[in-house]
């Protein structure tokens, strides 16, 4: 076997080091990439599914959903302790953009199907907090990024829109198990968005 020329042994550092900061695995979704882990408050999480939601002709968003550990039922991963992240993609046409009081309107009707009376008056006020903040964002595009991240350690649930965030941290795993239960609950905003969001086939 032929020795390796200088210039091959000179580009192998690059080479590996170009390797190495891809990700090892994504999930290929509706034409965009979701890396199968992610590093978030000191914690390493994975992915647990993807799914879309779609109002009458129109792609509104993608979502992915990362944690601690994978989990196929809304029980567990309400349970699960430590940093969690719900990413949105918006993927409206250009054309358009939307107003984040659907946002709003979502999580209001979302919180009031699946959670109880008395889960409904402990997060109340922090619903709304957490509301006033989607509220001053305004409106969002194609291609915008909405990343609400469970960050125990920084003081709870907290709100990034294209890596600026907005309003303050919401305190309480319970604040955020009350939102992931808009998109996971028994009556969620979209069946096929849930079933993608715990990682079922087909979905």
Known sequence: MKALSRRTLLSLPLALAAAASLPAHA?????QDFPDTLSLGGSTLAL????????????????ALYLPQKSATPDAIYAQDGPKRLELRITIPLVKDVSTQEFVKAINKGVGRNCTEAEKAAVAE?????????????????????RI????AQGGTVLSVNGKTWG????GQDFFTAFLK??????PTDAKLR???LG???A
């Open 195 to 197: 079933a993608g969001l």
């Open 48 to 63: 647990n599914g993807a799914g879309k939601r779609q109002v009458a002709i129109y792609p509104l968003y993608l979502a």
């Open 168 to 171: 303050k941290p919401i305190a």
């Open 182 to 187: 808009v998109f996971l609950g028994d009556k």
């Open 126 to 146: 922090r619903v709304k907090a957490f509301n006033d903040a989607i509220t001053e964002v305004g409106r969002v595009k194609k291609g915008d990024l909405l």
């Open 200 to 202: 079922q086939p087909g």
């Open 27 to 31: 999930l290929r979704y509706e034409d």
């Open 149 to 152: 991240d469970y960050l125990p």
